[in-house]
């Protein structure tokens, strides 16, 4: 008897914001703004990448970003958020999860984010060894509204969706 067994699919959500504030580069996606002031955390605070990271792991099960990159080790102090990225996706690998797509979207009143869409797009898709076409970044701004809407930071969110491979769903 030959019994099919179909993969598992699950989608992820992730959110991440940081405040912005004067001496620091600002970084999204993995691609450096030229804005007035940059991002405030632990790491290069690339809220569009964290988005993305808690959108994958969360789709895994695998926790979240604070868990596996926590503020309180010092060897995150300052880390390339795509570093991290890579990182998740080999924790997802190594589950037997492949990443199918990302879509995420950048809320924040300035700068103006879409000359640097498709570079961000690029890099994500990059450091996840996906083709363009399976991520998406898209931006909006807060309106005045709130913290984002008063320039005081930026937030991003992200969903991601992952299938269990194929010698991974054989075993099951």
């Known amino acids: 008897m030959n019994v099919s067994i ?3 699919t699950r989608t992820g ?3 991440d914001c940081h405040r912005l504030v004067a001496g620091r580069p600002l970084v999204l996606g993995g691609v450096a703004l030229d804005h007035d002031r940059g991002l405030d955390g632990h790491s290069d605070a690339d809220a569009l990448t964290h988005a993305v990271i808690d959108a994958l792991l969360g789709a ?10 926590p503020d309180t080790d010092p060897r995150y102090a300052g880390a390339d958020s795509l570093g991290l990225l890579a ?3 080999e924790m997802l690998r190594v589950g037997g999860w492949a990443v199918v797509n990302v879509d995420a979207t950048v809320v924040a009143e300035a ?15 990059q450091t996840l060894g996906l083709a363009r076409d399976q991520v998406s970044v898209k931006a909006t701004r807060g ?12 937030a991003a969110l992200a969903i991601a969706t992952v299938r269990q491979a194929a010698e991974a769903a054989s075993t099951r």
């Open 6 to 8: 179909e993969p598992i």
């Open 60 to 69: 895994a099960a695998l926790g979240d970003i604070g868990e596996h990159f």
């Open 143 to 154: 309106e005045g509204m709130g913290f984002v809407g008063r320039a005081e930071g930026i």
């Open 87 to 89: 990182a998740t996706a």
């Open 13 to 15: 959500l992730g959110y």
């Open 111 to 125: 700068p103006r984010l879409a000359p640097s869409r498709d570079a961000m797009r690029a890099r994500l898709a």
